[in-house]
């Protein structure tokens, strides 16, 4: 059975920074599409970051500059650095995984605010 488990929400000062992680259990980040995604109230879910592989990363126009994503392979772990936050970045975070079929974690909460 394949778990995602995000940590590392919660509120945060515009222009702080923040590092949210995803670790996986029952899928290898080795081999699979890693991603975050973010849901702000009355909107859509939406693509923050994906990597479909070490060296590939895309990323939504809004956190360019900004947001990284990296994952450490040995722990199976990624991990999403958000610097220079902003209010609007004030969503439901969500892991996002892809092998064979698409795997969520359940989310974390990111509050910008002062």
């Known amino acids: 059975q394949v778990q995602l488990v995000e940590s590392g929400g919660g509120l945060v000062q515009p222009g702080g920074s923040l590092r949210l992680s995803c670790a996986a259990s029952g899928i290898s980040f080795a081999f699979a599409v890693v991603g975050w995604y973010r849901q702000a109230p009355g909107k859509q879910r939406e693509l923050v970051a994906i990597?479909?592989?070490?060296?590939?990363?895309t990323y939504a126009e809004s956190v360019k500059g900004r947001f990284t994503i990296s994952r450490d392979n040995a722990k199976n772990t990624v991990y999403l650095q958000m610097n220079n936050v902003k209010p609007e970045d004030t969503a439901v975070y969500y892991c996002?995984?892809?092998?064979?079929?698409?795997?969520w974690g359940q989310g974390t909460q990111v509050t910008v605010s002062s």
């Open positions: 996002y995984s892809h092998r064979m079929r698409d795997y």
């Open positions: 990597s479909p592989d070490t060296a590939t990363t």
